[in-house]
């Protein structure tokens, strides 16, 4: 069997995906027609030419432009099953996906809109696609503490379609420090924790991510690789991380794929996962991200099964669907 089949036929999760990330440039341009957006750009060329990004900064400027097409329940509709279908055809069989509330209700769309048109599409995954999926609220980094606090309190009446909470954004200058009392009220609700710490912040932020946050995974993590004793906690507890090779090299958080920390991660006992991020921004699904690493970084296929099972161990499903899809993965070892 070729690398490219073996990976669709892997069975795997997809944790780290941000839903407003999959807006592919042909279906930015049709909401904005159908919502009558002006756009920054004349044409799909012009806006796939724009994703030329030198930091993770420069990135989110166009990532918040962009998903402002986003207006109705069945944009967000059309843009999740849009992903689910896209994961499906790269062999995923559950996805735990991040979205942004403070990115359309800072515009004045209500969190409803956003939280009604995901969670149709979930369950159009789950019946057509045998794709399971968890929703994960992030928190916006670069606004306040109250922000974040006021927005936990407008998702109160969805409590029940919402699996966790995350950190995202401008990472450097905005610390995990700045929203423990965000993540203790999350906690104490019941929701699952996880951060994006480590991608261009200091170890020091991974860190604080765990002590202070309390999180259940690391999204990316790639800087705590400077630190000994950090990859060491991380390996004891068996945190699970959600890498992101194509993001990382899209982002110049890596400079070269065959340099990324990936290898030296597996060799250090750390439970990596395999995610695409934003991929329509960074050029692939997450098939694209197991190949692209595997070929330029040597991963072989035994470690490629490897992140396959962590990423269903390291899912937020319940035990008895882990089990039923670790044993998905066992079936197609043999
Ligand atoms: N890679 C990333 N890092 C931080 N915030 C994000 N929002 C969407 N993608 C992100
Ligand atoms: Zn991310």
Redesign the pocket.
């Known amino acids: 069997m070729g690398l490219a089949d073996f990976i669709t036929r892997l069975p795997k999760a997809e944790l780290?995906l941000?839903i407003?990330?999959s807006l592919e440039p042909e279906l930015m341009f049709e909401l904005a027609r159908r919502n009558h957006v002006a756009l920054p750009f004349k044409s799909v060329e012009e806006v796939r030419a724009a994703y030329d990004f030198s930091n993770?900064q420069d990135?989110?400027d166009i990532?918040y432009a962009g998903a402002d097409v986003l207006r109705t329940e069945e944009d967000f509709q059309d843009l999740a099953l849009a992903y689910f279908r896209r994961a499906h055809a790269d062999g995923v069989r559950h996805a735990e996906i991040?979205f942004?509330p403070q990115t359309h209700t800072d515009r004045g769309i209500p969190m409803q809109t956003a939280m009604d048109g995901l969670w149709a599409a979930m369950g159009e995954a789950g019946e057509e696609l045998g794709v399971s999926s968890r929703l994960i609220l992030?928190f916006?980094?670069h606004l306040d503490e109250a922000a974040a606090l006021e927005t936990l309190r407008q998702a109160e009446p969805w409590l029940d379609r919402i699996t966790g909470v995350g950190l995202?954004?401008?990472?450097v200058g905005h610390p995990p420090s700045k929203f423990v009392r965000v993540f203790e009220r999350a906690g104490a609700m019941g929701l699952k924790r996880v951060a994006?710490a480590g991608?261009?912040g200091p170890p020091d932020y991974v860190w604080q991510a765990l002590d202070l946050l309390k999180v259940d995974r690391i999204?990316?993590g790639n800087r705590a690789m400077e630190d000994p004793a950090l990859v060491r906690r991380l390996a004891e507890e068996g945190m699970t991380l959600t890498v992101?090779p194509l993001?990382n090299l899209k982002?110049c958080v890596v400079d070269d794929l065959a340099r990324h920390p990936i290898p030296a991660m597996l060799d250090a006992g750390l439970k990596v996962t395999i995610n695409s991020?934003?991929p329509a921004?960074f050029g692939g699904y997450v098939g694209e991200n197991y190949r692209r690493l595997a070929e330029a970084a040597g991963v072989d296929r035994a470690a490629l099964v490897e992140m396959a099972r962590n990423s269903f161990t390291g899912s937020f499903l319940n035990e008895a669907d882990k089990a039923r899809r670790l044993a998905e993965v066992e079936a197609f070892e043999r």
């Open positions: 780290h941000h407003e990330g993770l990135f989110l990532y991040f942004d992030c916006l980094r995202d954004s401008s990472e994006h991608e261009e999204d990316h992101c993001s982002l991020d934003d921004y």
